[in-house]
């Protein structure tokens, strides 16, 4: 053409994979990843998780080994979350020093600790009987205050079997700065608390509830989590969890939560953390196996959105196998 000017041709760059692979903008690394794990107390082999293929509920045995390969795979960490025997309306599990949680965190910190984050997920829904994440009154609400001394009781807990960071995952006001409190009074100073500061309330957990087989028994969490619908109130959730003390903020779910993982990681000076939840891996691998999708594509392409939101780190449940696939 006989513009003057030279023709624009943005497929220059896209010509071959090196072309690609040199101006590609956005980067996933083996230790952006975080393996979310779950320790079931009293069985004695893993079992699978229907909704969930290739995850299981662990033994103390196989989740040892679980992290030893997410260690040499290059992860940046694991996540655990316990499945105790017993519940009840307190969740007592949660914060019994020899509760199978507490004993999966020193078992990990043991095995790969030096290699590995340990975080541990601290709620109580997991913990309860009638499945909510707090002290549930006689009226049927959750009580945010009662609940924050037994988050606090929780975070020492895990904080003494080795946790290295404490991720917050209730959703009551004033959690962060509750356990902040609680783990300087107990001598844990240095262990970081990774708050799950946006959690919405999301039809994408169903699958997780499975997991860690703790659906709510009546009503469900939209008094505590995110209605959807709302974005202004992540940056306040956000704000208010930096002035309570926390090391890292988290948005959850990711995929459908892309636009508030940018408004936070634009706001924020510290490290942004995205979980890719339970039904975003359910969806793709249920789409897969029916041959609608590719399944691998599919993984790469949602986790580098999720970094190109804006996350730092990104918990996947295929993080060791996709570590694997970037060495
Ligand atoms: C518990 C908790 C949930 C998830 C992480 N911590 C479930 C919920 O709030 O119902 C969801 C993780 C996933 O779906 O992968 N508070």
């Not at 998780?49 to 795979?73: C, F, N, W, Y």
């Not at 356990?179 to 001598?187: F, H, N, P, S, T």
Request: with cysteine; glycine share 8%.
């Amino acid at each position: 053409m006989s513009t003057g000017y030279p023709e624009v041709r943005l497929r220059r760059l896209r010509r071959t994979p090196a072309l690609r692979r040199l101006v590609a903008q956005t980067s996933l690394r083996p230790a952006d990843l975080v393996l979310p794990v779950f320790i079931k107390e009293g069985i004695t082999e893993p079992r699978p998780i229907g909704s969930m293929p290739g995850v299981v509920q662990h033994t103390r045995d196989s989740l040892r080994k679980a992290a030893a390969e997410a260690a040499q795979a290059g992860v940046g960490g694991v996540i655990v979350f316990g499945v105790p025997a017993a519940k009840d309306g307190r969740g007592s599990a949660a914060d019994d020093p020899a509760g199978i949680s507490q004993l999966a965190l020193s078992d990990l910190r043991a095995e790969a600790g030096d290699a590995l984050v340990v975080m541990a997920d601290l709620c109580l829904c997991e913990y309860t009987d009638h499945g909510h994440c707090g002290i549930v009154t006689p009226a049927g609400d959750v009580d945010n205050d009662a609940t924050l001394e037994r988050y606090a009781a929780t975070a020492i807990a895990q904080a003494a079997a080795g946790a290295a960071v404490i991720a917050p995952s209730g959703m009551m006001d004033g959690q962060v700065g509750a356990i902040r409190a609680a783990l300087d009074g107990a001598g844990y100073p240095d262990t970081a608390i990774c708050a799950y500061s946006a959690k919405y309330a999301s039809s994408f957990y169903g699958p997780f509830r499975e997991a860690a087989e703790g659906a709510p028994r009546f009503g469900d969490r939209a008094g505590y989590q995110q209605d959807p619908a709302n974005a202004e109130e992540a940056l306040r959730e956000v704000a208010l969890d930096i002035a309570e003390g926390a090391d890292m903020v988290m948005v959850k779910p990711a995929l459908a939560y892309l636009d508030i993982i940018r408004r936070v990681a634009d706001t924020v000076q510290l490290p942004v953390a995205a979980y890719q939840v339970s039904g975003e891996f359910a969806m793709v691998e249920a789409a897969a196996a029916n041959g609608w999708l590719d399944r691998d594509r599919a993984i790469m392409e949602t986790l580098t959105a999720i970094r190109r939101a804006g996350a730092s780190v990104v918990l996947s449940y295929w993080a060791t196998e996709v570590a694997r696939h970037l060495r």
